[in-house]
């Protein structure tokens, strides 16, 4: 689950870290009283959507597509610049690199006092699946997207694997200052604020806190000018004041669906629908589809005890995709009984009228029951005994083999 910038600041602001003024704000009105409630002559215009690269994004009018302004994020100089930001941004389709082509439409924003200055660093606490442990990611090269780094000078990255027990040693904080050339006062506030910022990291169940840009001031302060959050969504039971942060306006409707339903799904780019009982089994099928030369449409796990009911909304949930001409059903029964999927199926089937090719694979518990079921319906719906031959087969029947 990610949160807005606002938002995370406002975590890191109750944590004592080093943030600036800002304040949200939904409307140009509001960002006008923000700016003079801030008295800070210069003010950033910051829009919030969950996702990286709002200032080298592209704003666009969502009803005829005409390009409004370049940057999701401006520097304003006078209340002027803040009302002709804040009208350009709010209520527009901002595109940028982590968006996709579709873009996000801003409805928040958040007005941030300006600061002196110095230079701009950048900085990640992630966790580190591989080692099991969290992992600080640093760099002197600050506003610039980390794959670029990463891409065009990888020196400038330093690394930092940290105890979760012990947290963020003095020295290792200190190593990591100097590694960025911090020395001084700089050094000291590096320090505190690292180590404060990897406690609201563990205490929060955090997945990623990212920063870009930590900048360092003229009077040698660090200040987090960014603040990227995301949360271990396993987690989340221990934190409803987070959950109250959710905002659905930003996240994929058939997902929220699919949620309140019991089911896990995630949305991809192929035309291949697909329904399957486990994530690992999930994640066979879609590999399968591949190899015969189709592109999935989501990720669906129905679970491991989902009845009529809960086969039916994953049908509705795969047909609103548009880019859906065929699905492809993999169940392996065990808990799950393969009838009570053959019901659901039948019954989802005739009740959304579908018409795109269907073919389902049932194996397991009471697999010959529920392959009767499907024979004896006169639904267009083609059996398999096989995932590969399901794979093949739906990939041919929508044209993928031509």
């Avoid at 700016?35 to 592209?58: E, F, P, W």
């Amino acid at each position: 689950m990610n949160i807005h910038e606002y938002q995370g600041k406002n975590l890191f602001r109750d944590a004592g870290l080093p943030v600036l003024a800002g304040v949200h704000c939904t409307s140009v009105e509001q960002a006008l009283s923000a700016y003079d409630k801030l008295n800070s002559k210069v003010v950033a215009v910051k829009s919030q959507i969950h996702a990286g690269g709002r200032g080298k994004g592209t704003l666009y009018n969502p009803v005829n597509g005409d390009e409004v302004m370049q940057g999701g994020v401006k520097i304003a100089f006078s209340r002027e610049d803040v009302e002709n930001y804040s009208t350009n941004i709010l209520g527009n389709n901002l595109v940028t690199k982590q968006t996709g082509a579709s873009g996000k439409i801003v409805n928040n924003l958040y007005i941030e006092s300006g600061c002196a200055i110095e230079h701009e660093y950048y900085l990640a606490i992630l966790v580190d699946r591989e080692e099991k442990m969290p992992l600080i990611m640093a760099s002197t090269e600050g506003g610039m997207d980390i794959e670029e780094v990463a891409e065009s000078n990888p020196e400038a990255i330093h690394k930092v694997h940290v105890d979760v027990n012990s947290g963020v040693t003095v020295e290792q904080a200190t190593n990591l200052a100097h590694s960025l050339g911090l020395e001084g006062n700089a050094s000291n506030s590096f320090v505190e604020m690292l180590q404060g910022l990897f406690t609201l990291f563990v205490e929060k169940d955090c997945s990623m806190v990212e920063i870009n840009p930590l900048v360092r001031t003229e009077d040698d302060t660090m200040i987090l000018l960014d603040a990227k959050v995301g949360f271990d969504e396993n987690a989340l039971f221990r934190h409803p004041d987070i959950v109250e942060l959710r905002d659905l306006s930003e996240e994929e409707s058939t997902e929220i669906r699919a949620k309140e339903a019991g089911l896990s799904y995630v949305k991809l780019d192929g035309n291949i629908g697909c329904l399957v009982n486990g994530a690992g089994l999930a994640m066979a099928t879609m590999d399968v589809i591949k190899l015969y030369g189709g592109e999935p449409a989501n990720f669906l796990d129905v679970g491991g005890g989902a009845n009529e009911e809960q086969v039916k909304t994953a049908f509705s949930i795969i047909l609103e995709d548009p880019n859906v001409k065929g699905i492809l059903v993999n169940i392996f029964g065990g808990i799950m009984r393969c009838d009570i999927i053959a019901r659901g199926v039948i019954s989802a089937t005739q009740a959304l009228g579908l018409e795109d090719p269907l073919v389902v694979r049932l194996v397991g518990t009471n697999y010959e029951e529920g392959r009767a079921i499907l024979a004896a319906s006169d639904l267009n719906i083609h059996t398999a005994e096989t995932l590969a031959e399901g794979a093949e087969k739906i990939v041919s029947l929508i044209g993928g083999d031509e």
